[in-house]
């Protein structure tokens, strides 16, 4: 089976999207997948998509803009991925709710929340410009849909219209890296992932200022990632008393710094409004550092029983459940204990066959629909 899977949200500052699609394709070529070959896309105007970043796998890169070839294949349908990639393919996967065209392919889209249908006042650019308005076609058109929760799932089968069928749960897995011993002698509480609306930052820092104000020793608060142009009133937020010195904001942390940053962690904290997994989550309790996060999308999935929920939009929950895990060193060993067996549960071996499987049904339904 030929596969042409979409690479393009890792080429650079990898989030959310971008690692999963990376360490997707890493665990693709350390399995075997019988009789298959498996292609990394990439089209940009700046970014290469070097022959070797996923050893094993093979790689297109096209010099073409990112934004022409969107709007092309977003409102044009035009041109099959098959053209610009010049190859022919079973199936193309696309690593978001929109297609990559086709001229004989089955074709997969990949969702990971519907939060650009509810609050598209948090997107930009193209996402605000064609998922709300096209998504929802998109994803019953889609000869199968990729989702990383079973929230989402339940969310495209009864929002979008789409058949449970037609719909594989393949959860992203949890980082190779090696529990931590000890805690750190002065750990800070972080967060981690882009900054923007979506993160629900600001209720984090008041729930912070809360804590500075009812005690004299807090640990520095680091609010780590790639700032969005929506995440600028957070940023000076943070520039001005009582935050003036107590929060960090160091931005992007590259993928081989992540883990560093995580052992310096007391608390992991993600108050997000919504998530469509929230792989931070995983990571931290990979490492053994305890979560607090918001009570939301798939979080409380992911989490399960392995950390604090708090709604997001309750500050003195936050700022409480904060308290209660800087306070209470057997209460952080007890999470530390429950996140590890929790991230367990997620391996990225299991994401790969989990969507080799959902490749394999795509083909047959599609071969069917032409027979």
């Not at 160091?250 to 962690?265: D, H, K, Q, S, T």
């Amino acid at each position: 089976m030929r596969i042409l899977l979409d690479y393009r949200p890792a080429l650079r500052q990898r989030t959310g999207v971008g690692e999963y699609v990376h360490e997707l394709a890493r665990a693709l070529a350390a399995t075997t997948g019988g009789d298959e070959s498996v292609t990394l896309f990439s089209a940009s105007w700046k970014d290469r998509l070097a022959a070797d970043t996923v050893p094993g796998l093979h790689a297109v890169d096209r010099k073409i803009p990112v934004r022409l070839l969107n709007y092309a294949w977003h409102r044009l349908g035009w041109p099959a991925v098959e053209s610009i990639a010049r190859g022919t393919f079973d199936v193309v996967h696309a690593a978001h709710p929109l297609l990559m065209p086709s001229a004989r392919a089955a074709q997969v889209i990949t969702i990971h929340d519907l939060d650009f249908l509810d609050h598209p006042e948090r997107t930009r650019a193209e996402i605000r410009r064609d998922y709300p308005a096209l998504a929802p076609l998109h994803a019953r058109r889609a000869t199968h849909v990729v989702v990383s929760s079973r929230t989402t799932a339940r969310d495209v089968e009864h929002r979008l219209g789409v058949p449970a069928s037609r719909i594989s749960l393949c959860y992203p897995g949890r980082p190779d890296w090696p529990r931590r011993d000890a805690e750190p002698a002065d750990g800070c509480i972080l967060f981690l992932g882009t900054l923007e609306l979506r993160k629900n930052l600001g209720l984090l820092l008041d729930a912070y200022e809360r804590l500075l104000a009812l005690r004299p020793q807090v640990p520095t608060l680091v609010l780590a990632g790639r700032a969005t142009p929506d995440a600028e009133p957070v940023i000076k937020r943070t520039l001005n008393p009582p935050l003036r010195g107590r929060v960090e904001v160091p931005g992007y942390v590259e993928p081989g710094a992540r883990e560093a940053l995580y052992r310096r962690a007391l608390v992991f904290a993600m108050p997000s409004h919504t998530e469509g997994f929230g792989m931070p989550v995983v990571e931290a309790m990979t490492v053994g550092v305890p979560v607090i996060a918001a009570n939301r999308g798939a979080l409380p999935e992911v989490v399960a029983d392995a950390g604090r929920l708090v709604e997001p939009d309750d500050v003195v929950g936050f700022a409480d459940g904060l308290a209660a895990l800087l306070d209470d060193p057997a209460l952080r060993q007890r999470q530390r204990e429950a996140g590890w067996a929790r991230a367990a549960a997620f391996d990225w071996r299991a994401t790969a066959r989990d969507v080799r499987t959902a490749w394999a049904t795509a083909a047959d339904r599609h071969r069917g629909r032409r027979g």
